[in-house]
């Protein structure tokens, strides 16, 4: 089993910035890859960025890119999503995830074996 437990949500000014942190326990963290998704209501649980266990493949939403960045620390147990730019339309709660590592990191929901709670992010414009 893997914890994972996710903080820095907020609310902020469009154009603002966020850096939601997710710190995971109970298995060897770098052997999973980690990814943010994103749920607003009345919407599926969408894609927003992923990282593979080393931190050098990265992958980011058409939505987010070039605004978000996905970053981990090995030595913290813990991956981050740095948010810049941000927009009403990010409103949302993400949640962290974690899947065994096999490859590159996965962009759906289904390919993920472990979430967190969510942290909510509510962007005012």
């Avoid at 994103?38 to 919407?43: I, L, V, Y």
């Avoid at 949302?92 to 974690?98: E, G, H, M, R």
Wanted: a positive charge.
């Amino acid at each position: 089993q893997v914890q994972l437990v996710e903080s820095g949500g907020g609310l902020v000014q469009a154009g603002g910035s966020l850096r939601l942190s997710c710190v995971a326990s109970g298995r060897t963290f770098n052997n999973y890859a980690m990814g943010w998704f994103r749920q607003a209501p009345g919407k599926e649980r969408e894609f927003a960025a992923a990282i593979d266990w080393s931190g050098t493949i990265t992958y980011e939403s058409d939505s987010v890119k070039g605004r978000f960045t996905i970053s981990r620390d090995n030595a913290k147990n813990t991956v981050y999503l740095q948010m810049n730019s941000l927009k009403p339309e990010d409103t949302a709660l993400y949640y962290c995830a974690a899947h065994i590592f096999t490859g590159s990191p996965r962009r759906t929901p289904e390919g993920y074996n472990y979430w967190g709670q969510g942290t909510q992010v509510t962007v005012s414009s």
